[in-house]
């Protein structure tokens, strides 16, 4: 039986600038950073969570990176969240907005991949 996501792929160009987004601007903290070919196999953990993300490009999939991504983060309150991560200078692509389903907020990495911000 499946349990969770163990993590999520996010293909990047450059995996230090990566890096660095994610844990200093996200808040993400380091699990593993190995060699890997002509990459490196960077993975993430989103603090108490057992999914993460992985900071890597699979061979072949460059088209990818800067493209929407399907991957939507989850908090408690959006708009404190989209506050606090705007002030480190993550670019959102609009300010939190209330659905009936929920509250959400759309966010770039360095590369452009969009990411949703949400609601529990």
Not at 91 to 100: L, N, W
Request: a negative charge; proline letters at 5%.
């Amino acid at each position: 039986m499946i349990t969770y996501v163990k993590f999520v792929s996010i293909p990047t160009r450059d995996q230090d600038r990566a890096l660095k987004f994610w844990t200093e601007k996200v808040g993400f903290e380091l699990r593993t950073d190995q060699p890997l070919g002509r990459q490196r196999w960077i993975e993430l953990s989103i603090r108490d969570s057992d999914t993460g993300i992985v900071l890597w490009t699979q061979d072949g999939q460059e088209d990818r990176i800067g493209t929407f991504s399907s991957a939507s983060f989850a908090c408690d309150d959006v708009q404190a969240t989209y506050r606090q991560l705007r002030d480190k200078g993550v670019e959102f692509t609009a300010p939190p907005k209330k659905e009936p389903w929920g509250e959400y907020a759309t966010f770039k990495d360095p590369d452009g991949n969009e990411f949703v911000l949400g609601s529990r």
